[in-house]
């Protein structure tokens, strides 16, 4: 069986826009080793959404295979795309998504409901995953008397408390001040260390790319470079400005 818990196999992606057709993706491959962590780097407009997208089973691709934890999605109905989201990936998000009604404890509880979880249940594994983010005395706080760093530690917490096998992180310090989104990174990378889950973050900051083991470049829909091969192209000289980075 494959140790390959990602993998994307010539995927194309073909938006219609009006009378236009826009080729978000064009013949993307390339896989990711359970317990990996990454970052899939790109500025605006390079195709990286959309790559986290078909990774995190919110859209199906024109045409090639994404396989998800060794479930391809490409056939798959929004039933089974939901089952295999909600038991396979955790989702961070730049903006947080807590629900301002609810405080730390009963958002970071929320889906393990949606996994029909028993409710005394859920409240231990969500006290434990606040415990890890450094969020216990904050229990009952609602989001509103929240930092941004600790909503974020929520939304990962939120994340985690299933015990997904892939975290997705969209831009996930994009909102934050440069010291706050460090410490938020570190965190990831910590999750990654101690509980050996799949991380991969989507960004178009070269920091981040630069700071994790492993850094997917996209550039108009084309895999530009990847620093577990060699790079196929310069794109960091060309896009980025990395110290040390691929192609500088």
């Keep these: 069986m494959s140790d390959n818990v990602i993998e994307l196999n010539n995927v ?14 064009r013949g993307v491959s390339f896989e990711v080793k359970a317990g990996e962590c990454i970052s899939i780097m790109g500025p605006s407009g390079s195709g990286k959404s959309t790559c986290m997208n078909m990774i995190g089973c919110l859209d199906r691709p024109t045409s090639g295979d994404v396989i998800i934890n060794g479930r391809s999605i490409k056939d798959m109905n929004e039933k089974e795309l939901a089952y295999l989201r909600n038991e396979t990936i955790g989702f961070v998000f730049q903006q947080y998504f807590l629900l301002a009604n609810m405080n730390v404890l009963e958002n970071v509880m929320l889906p393990l409901r949606y996994q029909g979880i028993p409710r005394s249940k859920r409240r231990a594994l969500a006290e434990e ?19 941004g760093g600790q909503k974020q530690r929520v939304a990962i917490a939120r994340a985690t408390v299933t015990n997904p096998r892939i975290i997705l992180a969209d831009e996930p310090t994009g909102a934050l001040d440069s010291a706050t989104g460090k410490s938020v990174l570190n965190l990831f990378k910590e999750i990654n260390r101690q509980f050996g889950t799949t991380v991969v973050i989507v960004t178009h900051d070269p920091g981040i790319g630069a700071s994790v083991p492993r850094c997917i470049h996209i550039f108009d829909g084309k895999i530009g470079g990847d620093n577990r091969t060699e790079p196929k192209r310069p794109v ?13």
Aim: proline share 7%.
């Design 129 to 147: 995953a606040l415990e890890k983010v450094g969020l216990s005395e904050r229990l009952k706080h609602l989001p509103h008397e929240l930092s």
């Design 12 to 25: 194309r992606k073909i938006y219609t826009v009006g009378d236009e057709e826009v080729h978000a993706l």
């Design 236 to 248: 960091a000289r060309i896009c980025y400005n990395i110290p040390g980075g691929p192609g500088v």
